[in-house]
């Protein structure tokens, strides 16, 4: 059921309240949209009116606090997508694992007579409402103390960290010890918990997996308020059905994350194709290769003007010449991005195997660029053109963001269809496409991914510009992206939605495809009111009426 905007939910609240009477007059004791299976429901008393039931959550003894003023809480509403806007009843700001335990135990004993659902917030980089709880329990990650970060050193490092904390100070601290995680994502950014509840995912894939293929052990709180530590040895039906399980299962409160030695500098490496299929050759031939890079990415560029000199700010041309002569304008273009770690004293041994490595591909001769930077300024990149939009007030922002994986086998009549008829023109912000080896990814996690040995990341990063009603405006970019499922549909590609945004049942089912009756029943055991993660839309809190 889609919900009224928030300008219209502050002021038709009793208009509100009556339609959801009528509603749920209709759906007595459901426990979910999405399955026919039954959950488990405690028993629980007569049903609570909003007013007691908020008030009664003023009794919990916590180290943090709650917070049920509209004032303060309508940046739960908002995300990163900035498309769905939807305020809780109250934030949870957690001090300690405790105060979520106890929070969801209390939802939890109440049963079917309270409406509370609860999601994770982290920070807020979801695209289309999913860490937002509708008349809800919002719960503020970041302020999630309890845990200090400690570094373990050894022949099998890791770090434990809490599900709060974001990417970029692990980063930060691990490096003190020399170390650093294996895999990341592009942005930093964002939380533990957020990305391990969805893969992580970024151009190391292809060698170490995604960032839930990179954990040794997980702290979760279940549906049911159960605080239970899991790994592949310990409860390890729970900790693969939490990493890649989009919040269903449980809210990951610590997590104990693999990590290796860091370098001290990359190469980094662009260059251009003019033929797709020269450049998908080459991507799948360096991630098969031994010795290949330590990062591979690449991007769909389409009619850009000046694009080689806009490359200059941050690399140099090795034929300043020829790179001069080279034209973009009016073209779509494949850009592979590629990256070499090492250390300083590593440089002639690095310079002699990225010679090799690229002598074996087959790219535009003339736009070959390369630069030398820091490892913390190359994982943190995609910080500094954040900066720069919000400079320019255009971070905050729509992003319809659309993110496929798309079988190997298939990938060509994908790219032929979407970079050859649908977007032609322009493509109102990065696509990133690059393949990753299937043996890399654990298949016993909740994530589903094409039945494939290799599988491409397709990741359409649309920023909209508000009002416009033009090829840059939200109406226009949300068309486009409807083209693209519908032929990835009708042509049958075997299509898998990476964080996944769909509706109904029918929709959820075949995205699940044959793992959906396993994770229906992790959320009966787990979370079996459907508490947690209301706004993935997956399954729908079950509601006595009196």
């Not at 028993?43 to 004032?71: I, K, V």
């Not at 690229?358 to 995609?382: A, C, G």
């Not at 990938?411 to 979407?418: D, L």
Request: proline letters at 5%; hydrophobic letters at 40%; aromatic letters at 10%.
């Amino acid at each position: 059921m889609k919900l009224p905007p928030l300008s219209f939910l502050k002021q038709n609240n009793a208009y509100l309240k009556i339609i959801m009477i009528l509603f749920l007059s209709c759906t007595t004791d459901r426990t979910n949209l999405c399955s026919n299976h039954s959950f488990a429901t405690p028993t629980a008393p007569q049903r609570l009116n909003s007013t007691n039931t908020l008030s009664s959550l003023e009794t919990l003894g916590l180290d943090g606090y709650f917070s049920f003023d509209y004032m303060n809480n309508h940046h739960a509403a908002k995300d990163f997508g900035n498309m769905y806007h939807f305020l809780p009843s109250a934030v949870l700001h957690p001090k300690s694992v405790p105060d979520i335990s106890a929070t969801i135990r209390h939802i939890f004993d109440m049963g079917s007579a309270s409406e509370l659902t609860v999601a994770a917030r982290g920070h807020g980089h979801s695209i289309q409402g999913q860490a937002q709880a509708h008349q809800g329990i919002v719960i503020n990650m970041e302020s999630l103390q309890g845990l200090e970060m400690q570094v373990h050193s050894g022949e099998m490092p890791y770090v434990d960290v809490s599900g709060g904390k974001l990417w970029i100070n692990i980063l930060h601290e691990t490096l003190k010890n020399g170390l650093a995680p294996k895999s990341w994502t592009d942005y930093l950014h964002l939380t533990v918990g957020g990305t391990l509840s969805n893969a992580g995912i970024s151009g190391q894939a292809f060698h170490h997996g995604p960032q839930i293929n990179n954990v040794h052990q997980l702290e979760v709180v279940t549906g049911k308020g159960e605080v239970v530590t899991c790994s592949e040895k310990q409860n390890a039906d729970l900790f693969y059905a939490v990493l890649g399980g989009l919040g269903q299962f449980g809210i990951i409160t610590q997590a104990r994350i693999s990590l290796e030695p860091a370098p001290k500098m990359v190469k980094w490496i662009r260059v251009l194709y003019s033929e797709f299929s020269i450049f998908s050759h080459d991507q799948e031939h360096l991630i098969s290769s031994e010795n290949s890079f330590d990062y591979i990415e690449g991007f769909v560029i389409i009619n850009r003007t000046g694009l080689l000199n806009n490359w200059r700010s941050s690399f140099s041309p090795k034929d300043p010449l020829q790179a001069n002569q080279f034209n973009s304008d009016g073209r779509t273009l494949f850009c592979l991005e590629m990256v070499k770690y090492f250390n300083p004293d590593e440089t002639k041994t690095m310079n002699q195997s990225v010679q090799n490595l690229l002598s074996q591909l087959s790219y535009i001769p003339s736009t070959l660029f390369q630069s030398e930077v820091s490892y913390l300024e190359f994982l943190d990149r995609v910080h500094v053109s954040e900066k720069k939009l919000q400079a320019k007030g255009l971070w905050e922002v729509p992003h319809p963001w659309l993110n496929l994986l798309i079988p190997k086998s298939r990938i060509s009549e994908f790219a032929e269809e979407v970079f050859g008829n649908i977007l032609t023109d322009t493509s109102n912000g990065p696509i990133l496409i690059y393949p990753v080896n299937q043996s890399k990814w654990n298949n016993r996690t909740s994530l589903v991914t094409p039945d494939e040995d290799v599988f491409y990341l397709v990741a359409f990063l649309s920023s909209a510009m508000p009002s416009s009603t033009g090829r840059d405006g939200l109406e226009h970019i949300l068309i486009q992206n409807k083209r693209i499922l519908d032929f990835c549909a009708i042509a049958q590609l075997g299509m898998k939605q990476y964080l996944p945004q769909y509706n109904t049942r029918e929709e959820w089912q075949a995205h699940f495809g044959s793992q959906w009756e396993i994770f229906v029943q992790r959320k009966s055991a787990y979370d079996p009111l459907a508490i947690l993660a209301p706004g993935q839309r997956i399954f729908q809190k079950a509601i006595r009426i009196s």
